[in-house]
């Protein structure tokens, strides 16, 4: 049986990565021919990417906010859309001032080590439950040389009385059961990064709730979320102190990001 052909940008970006060289020197020597190995390398690359391994997983590299990151198995891949939460978090993050940015969640690091590239005098804390997502996530950083503090911490329960002028998420929001972990790439990323593994919405609780004891005053918060989320994130918002609330649509049309400030009288509130 005839092997199904991948996509023609799939094909390209293994091949520059079996060759060990970029795309412009594919495109200048387009009429080569491959050796016997380096012929080996593609065909197995290949043939496990139509198996249905990410191809990022396949390179160990994707990029986000112009910023090469190495990821694995063991991390989510960072996604485009990831991109607006940066985004959010730049515009209220002054450029004269030291502020204090907390990432709870971080993964391979992107979020927290792209507004830390952007923002020079923002002291950034990332944290991540999983040992082995922080071990990428301090190797992007040491790679990017970008400077920042992560930590080992199940959410905030690892960062005492600590406040911070920003805190930013991207957390476990799809909901357990959904069909769509059972297919594409989120087969092979890790469950917990993808599901809370209840109605796709506790997590966003918890860092909801627990963000008034850990922001300073008017301090911001800002998750993203899934497609329909974006109603039951402003009402836990609203819950819990925060105005200014507002949800944010992604470069399709969705609501993606939700976010607010805390009111001064919420200030060290468990609420």
């Known amino acids: ?59 160990g590299i994707r990029e986000f906010y112009g910023l090469p990151f190495s990821v694995a198995p063991a991390v989510l891949i960072p996604r485009p859309e990831t991109e607006l939460l940066v985004d959010l978090a730049l515009e209220r993050i002054p450029y004269d001032r030291v502020v204090r940015v ?67 998420a991207n957390p476990p929001y799809v909901a357990a059961g959904d069909p769509h972990l059972a297919v594409g790439d989120l087969r092979f990323e890790p469950n917990t990064a993808l599901t809370d593994g209840s109605d796709g919405l506790a997590s966003i609780e918890a860092i909801v709730a627990g963000a008034p004891a850990h922001l300073a005053a008017r301090g911001w918060l ?21 105005d200014l609330i507002r949800s944010w649509r992604d470069l399709a049309g969705i609501e993606r990001v939700s976010g607010g400030q805390l009111r001064n009288e919420f200030i060290g509130s468990d609420a």
């Open 102 to 168: 907390l990432d709870l969640g971080t993964g391979s690091g992107c979020v927290a080590l792209a507004i830390a590239k952007n923002c020079p005098l923002a002291r950034v804390i990332a944290t991540d439950v999983s040992a082995g997502s922080l071990a990428i996530a301090r190797e992007n950083a040491e790679r990017l040389e970008i400077d920042l503090e992560f930590r080992q911490s199940d959410w905030y329960a690892g960062l005492g009385v600590e406040r911070f002028d920003l805190i930013v």
């Open 222 to 242: 800002l998750f993203e979320h899934g497609y329909d989320q974006a109603a039951a994130a402003r009402e836990r918002l609203a819950a819990a102190g925060f």
């Open 1 to 59: 049986m005839q092997r199904q052909p991948l996509p023609e940008i799939e094909s390209r970006i293994l091949l520059a990565y079996a060759l060990g060289v970029d795309h412009a020197y594919l495109i200048a020597h387009a009429c080569d021919p491959l050796d016997d190995e380096a012929h080996a390398r593609f065909d197995s690359l290949c043939r496990r990417r139509l198996a249905g391994v990410p191809v990022a997983y396949l390179t």
